[in-house]
C-alpha cells in the first residue's frame, strides 16, 4: 500500500473534525427529538419523505430509493410505525401497497419540526454564517456528485 | 412558533445539502468496509479508538465516553466483538474489567484502514481541495464548539 494513500496531518484534522461536527450536532438533534416527541431519526426521515411526496404516498421501493436503507430496515422500520399509526400500508395498482402518511404521523411531524429547525438553526446555520453555509452547501454538492459518479462509473458495490 | 424559527430557502438548501452529503458519503465508505473487510462502521470506531489508547486498552466507561454510545448499545457492541476475537475483556484495578484491542484486532483494522483512507482522499479531501478543507475544519470546529457549549449551559439531556 502506499504511503500517499494516507492523509497528511492537515487533511486527517480536517475529516476527524467532519465526522466530529457529523456526530456530536447529529446525536444532539436527535437525543432532543427522541426525548421531547419520541420520535428517533429513522421516524423523522420517513415522516419527511413521505410529507414531500405526492398525496402523501409512496411505494416502499420508493422509499428505499430514496431513504437508501436496505430492504429489511425499511421493512422492519415501516411495521414498527405502522403499528403506532404514524403511517399506513394501503393498497395500490400491481403487487405493492403504498406507505401513506396518516394524520397521526402528519401532526406528529408539525409538533416536532418547529423545535428541530430552531435548533438546526441555533447551532449550525448562525454558528456558521451565510457566506460560510454558501461555501459548505457547494462543499456538500461536489462530494456528493463525486460519490454518485463513482457508484455509476465504477462501483460494483450497488445496493 | 414564531416564523422565524423556520430556515429560509438557501438556509435548507444547506442543510439538506450538508446532510445529504453526511448520508451518501457515510454510507458508500461503510458499505465497502463492510463488504470487503466485514467490519461495520461501529467495528472500526471502537478498533481505531482502541489502537489510539495508552497500551490499546480502555474501561468501557472510558469508551462510552469518547463514542458517546449509550451504555447499552456499547456493552451488546463489545460483547459481539469479543466473541469475533476483535477485542477481550482483562481484569483491571477496580471493579471494572479493561477492553484490549487484540492481535486480530489489530490486523483487522490495518487490514481496512489504508482502502478506507484511500476513499477519504479520493472523494472528500481531493474532491474538496486544500483551501476549502481548512475553511470546512473551522466551520465543523465551530458547530462541535456551539453544540458543546450549548450542552454545558442549558441542555438537561446529557445522557
Not at 108 to 134: K, Q, S, T
Not at 139 to 152: F, G, K, N, S, T
Request: net charge negative; charged share 30%; glycine share 6%.
Amino acid at each position: 500500500m502506499s504511503e500517499n494513500r494516507w492523509l497528511t496531518g492537515d487533511e486527517q484534522r480536517a475529516w476527524r473534525a467532519y465526522i466530529a461536527m457529523e456526530h456530536v450536532l447529529g446525536r444532539h438533534l436527535h437525543q432532543h427529538m427522541q426525548r421531547e416527541f419520541e420520535l428517533s431519526d429513522s421516524d423523522f426521515e420517513i415522516l419527511v419523505t413521505l410529507s414531500e411526496a405526492d398525496g402523501a404516498r409512496m411505494r416502499a421501493v420508493e422509499l428505499g430509493e430514496v431513504t437508501q436503507w436496505e430492504k429489511s430496515r425499511l421493512s422492519h422500520h415501516l411495521s414498527r410505525m405502522a403499528t403506532r399509526g404514524l403511517v399506513s400500508r394501503e393498497p395500490a395498482e400491481g403487487r405493492y401497497p403504498s406507505i401513506v402518511l396518516t394524520d397521526a404521523g402528519r401532526a406528529a411531524l408539525a409538533a416536532c419540526a418547529p423545535a428541530n429547525a430552531a435548533r438546526v438553526r441555533e447551532l449550525f446555520i448562525d454558528v456558521i454564517g451565510p457566506g460560510r453555509l454558501e461555501l459548505l452547501r457547494e462543499i456538500a454538492d461536489d462530494v456528493v456528485a463525486a460519490v454518485e459518479h463513482h457508484q455509476r462509473t465504477n462501483c460494483t458495490l450497488r445496493p
